[in-house]
């Protein structure tokens, strides 16, 4: 990341929102908690962002930080948790929008950003791609080199 200070204007009221720091308290992949998860993918695709030039940098931190604001923990065995891959991006973009009055831009980026996985809700811009993007190569770094198991249900 070139210019960390401008990551973090973009971030902090989301990085400081009570709601947001509910997320502390439920995991991702492996032992990351989905705080951690949301960070590294804003961080990666903020980078990203920055080498590409020319895309909308705030749009892809904080839909970066909201792409998995839920705020349910979705290792319980059940219906929620069978239908979690596909359903959790629309579910995360409304209360993104409820919370923080994100942009439609933002709220795309967040609801198509499980592409593959949703085959109809597809990026629709270069920092809906990003996003995307940086949260596989972050969930797949979680997933293989993550896994020491420190909640109950991951
Ligand atoms: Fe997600
Ligand atoms: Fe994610």
Same mark, same amino acid.
């Given at each position: 990341?070139?210019? %960390? ?19 502390? %308290?439920?995991?991702?992949? &492996? ?21 590409? &030039? &020319? /895309?909308?940098? $705030?749009? @892809? @931190? $904080?839909? &970066? /930080? ?5 705020? =349910? ?8 948790? /069978? ?10 973009? +409304? %209360? ?8 439609? +831009?933002? =709220? ?21 791609? @990003? ?9 797949? +770094? ?5 896994? $020491? $198991? +420190?909640?109950? =249900?991951?």
């Amino acid at each position: 990341m070139k210019n %960390k200070a401008l990551f973090d204007e973009y971030a902090k009221d989301i990085l400081t929102h009570e709601l947001f720091l509910e997320t502390k %308290k439920s995991c991702s992949h &492996g032992s990351i908690t989905i705080h951690d998860h949301s960070i590294a993918v804003a961080a990666l695709a903020f980078s990203m962002a920055e080498s590409i &030039g &020319g /895309l909308d940098e $705030r749009c @892809v @931190v $904080r839909a &970066g /930080l909201l792409h998995d604001f839920f705020l =349910y923990e979705w290792h319980v065995p059940g219906i929620r948790y /069978l239908k979690h891959g596909w359903a959790h991006p629309a579910i995360a973009a +409304k %209360k993104a929008r409820e919370v923080f009055g994100i942009s439609d +831009k933002e =709220y795309s980026c967040i609801k198509t950003h499980m592409w593959p996985w949703t085959l109809f809700s597809i990026p629709v811009c270069r920092e809906g791609w @990003v996003v995307s993007l940086a949260d596989k190569i972050i969930a797949l +770094k979680e997933t293989l080199f993550c896994r $020491r $198991r +420190k909640y109950r =249900y991951c």
